[in-house]
């Protein structure tokens, strides 16, 4: 009798264990994009700007793969010429499609459609990350130089859909991560008051348009001594303002931070914690209210203007926050 409990206990744990396999086997998730598995690239996360680094597949191909059990195709594309590179894939499922572009020019795309819906993100060149999105036949749309600003400007649901495209598609950039534990540690910067002091950086700035080459070279080694936080000041300047001579060397000097290592927690919080753009996008965070009050007094601190005046409130408003250094 024992015997046959026993048996009846297997054969029924077999039994739902057959009909629950099905759905999970054919789900869109349970198949893993053929980019993804054969490693051709390696996408990583750059000064807040998606690149890949580790090109395998250096040679033009084209292929369709087919997958019966999914009722799915994929379709990949690599185009190579000496100096030239772009790839494009395309997984086709019945309920979903994903599309994914790259090119050595900056150039890189991601899309998922599904029920009539769809998010995508798009970077090309320097311009900046633009992400956009329909649900149920409302379309929104947020950007920024860095994928760590568009990140802190989206919803949550929002940044969820994107964050799970991107773990669908390029895995290795471990965005969620990077992103979590970047906002803790602006989370506890924010109860402190921003360490920057604006007239010494105004005064170096002034004086990298001295006639004397040695006094500019001398301005130029005390900014760069700033370190990286003061990419976020220079990310944000008014360069309309400023002469040929200055908006080359600030130009040059943030330039030094771009593509050269993958992006940290440590690297992220630097280059956000003296970003205007940061503290704006964190002040208007409604779903933590702590966090946006801190955020919105490091807000006026940063741009030197009064808590609660017409001024800090025009900066919640405005798309847009700039330095003037001149």
Request: charged letters at 25%; proline letters at 4%; aromatic letters at 6%.
């Amino acid at each position: 009798m024992f015997a046959a409990l026993l048996l009846g206990s297997v054969v029924g744990q077999q039994a739902v264990h057959s009909q629950a396999e099905p759905k999970l086997a054919n789900s869109p998730e349970s198949l893993t994009p053929f980019i993804v598995k054969s490693a051709w690239l390696k996408f990583g996360i750059y000064d807040g700007r998606i690149l890949a680094k580790d090109i395998r597949r250096t040679q033009s191909r084209s292929l369709t793969l087919y997958h019966d059990e999914h009722d799915a195709q994929e379709h990949l594309v690599v185009r190579t010429v000496p100096g030239q590179y772009r790839l494009k894939y395309a997984m086709i499922l019945p309920e979903q499609t994903l599309y994914l572009e790259y090119d050595l020019s900056g150039t890189f795309a991601i899309r998922c459609e599904q029920d009539g819906d769809f998010i995508q993100l798009r970077q090309t060149g320097n311009s900046p990350i633009r992400v956009k999105l329909q649900r149920a036949g409302e379309q929104l749309e947020y950007s920024g130089q860095r994928l760590w600003l568009v990140l802190m400007r989206m919803p949550m649901e929002d940044r969820q859909q994107l964050i799970r495209l991107m773990n669908r598609l390029c895995p290795r950039t471990h965005v969620s991560l990077l992103f979590e534990e970047s906002l803790a540690g602006l989370s506890r910067l924010s109860l402190t008051p921003v360490q920057v002091d604006l007239n010494k950086v105004r005064e170096l700035v002034a004086m990298l348009d001295e006639k004397s080459y040695s006094v500019r070279q001398h301005a130029d080694r005390q900014l760069r001594a700033f370190g990286r936080p003061l990419v976020g000041v220079l990310d944000n300047v008014d360069y309309s303002t400023l002469s040929t001579e200055q908006r080359t060397r600030l130009r040059l000097i943030t330039k030094v931070y771009q593509v050269t290592q993958r992006d940290s927690v440590e690297s992220i919080v630097a280059t956000l914690k003296w970003s205007p753009q940061c503290w704006q996008a964190l002040a208007k965070k409604a779903s933590d209210p702590l966090m946006a009050k801190n955020a919105n007094i490091r807000l006026a601190e940063l741009m030197e203007v009064e808590l609660q005046s017409p001024d800090s409130k025009a900066l919640l408003a405005n798309d847009e926050v700039l330095f003037r250094l001149r």
